[in-house]
């Protein structure tokens, strides 16, 4: 079975990878394929963009897609970055650009009241149009300083709950149990496991 995930992005593709591995099936990102278009995440929902994103490919490209759409959800913020986590500083923003704003924004908010949570929706779609969609979301709390050289995005600010280390902090493997999207896969990998 091969599975295109449509991402661009190295980091969730070397994710969700690993955490497939053990299906034997062959995983592409969409990078792999320069015809297939970028998809605009227009959506209001982690859910709707996910599932926009893996129906247009799985329909283009006639193959299985898995997508997700995950990012920071922040209480004393409103839930923001929320669904533009990618884009928070700008659309041409880096992972430390978004880094910046969100210390920004946190200035004035003591620690102990910095709640954060990740959230994950991936969708699973086949070429007919048909998807599934699952969920996972990891609780957290937002620090002062950056921690870590692993994981990419805000994982070096984000402290898991009952734990010391940020995400930056916790070796892949030991982070593809606990995290966001690792919640959402293993969802996935049932489903899979199923048709395969």
């Not at 004035?108 to 959230?119: M, Q």
């Amino acid at each position: 079975m091969e599975l295109i995930v449509a991402t661009r992005n190295s980091g969730k593709l070397k994710e969700i990878s690993a955490l497939l591995s053990p299906l034997q099936i062959i995983v592409r990102g969409v990078a792999e394929f320069p015809e297939l278009p970028e998809v605009v995440e227009d959506g209001l929902t982690f859910a709707e963009n996910a599932e926009k994103k893996a129906v247009t490919i799985a329909r283009l490209s006639g193959r299985l897609t898995l997508a997700d759409d995950s990012g920071l959800e922040v209480g004393a913020l409103g839930g923001a970055p929320g669904i533009h986590s990618a884009r928070y500083a700008g659309a041409e923003a880096d992972d430390a650009a978004n880094n910046r704003k969100l210390h920004a924004a946190l200035a004035a908010i003591p620690l102990g009241k910095r709640g954060a949570a990740f959230v994950c929706v991936m969708a699973l779609c086949a070429p007919d149009g048909s998807c599934r969609t699952f969920s996972g979301r990891l609780e957290g709390e937002i620090i002062s300083e950056l921690r870590g050289t692993a994981g990419f995005g805000y994982d070096p600010l984000f402290v898991v709950a009952g734990q010391q280390r940020t995400l930056a902090e916790i070796p892949l493997a030991e982070k593809n149990r606990i995290s966001h999207r690792a919640q959402a896969l293993a969802q996935v990998v049932a489903v899979l496991q199923e048709v395969n």
